[in-house]
């Protein structure tokens, strides 16, 4: 049974207010509950959404909320 093997090297990021601020946009590709999706939708840019997961902020963000 053949596996994938990918070492990507990747980092985590603290999810704080300063951290979501200093990206341009952010994609959501996981709708995980353990995400603050509240500060999410007040700090962040522009938000690319594939889960759905701002739906319920899509007022409050506007144009800043792309659902794809």
């Given at each position: 049974f053949p596996t994938r093997d990918h070492?990507?090297?990747?980092?985590?990021?603290?999810?704080?207010p300063e951290?979501?601020?200093s990206y341009?946009?952010?994609?959501?590709?996981t709708a995980h509950a353990a995400f603050p999706w509240?500060?999410?939708a007040k700090e962040a840019k522009f938000?690319?959404?594939t889960r759905?997961?701002?739906?319920?902020?899509?007022?409050?963000m506007g144009e800043r909320l792309f659902r794809a």
């Amino acid at each position: 049974f053949p596996t994938r093997d990918h070492c990507l090297d990747l980092t985590g990021v603290p999810c704080t207010p300063e951290s979501i601020r200093s990206y341009d946009a952010l994609i959501v590709s996981t709708a995980h509950a353990a995400f603050p999706w509240d500060m999410i939708a007040k700090e962040a840019k522009f938000v690319v959404d594939t889960r759905g997961a701002m739906a319920r902020y899509a007022a409050q963000m506007g144009e800043r909320l792309f659902r794809a």
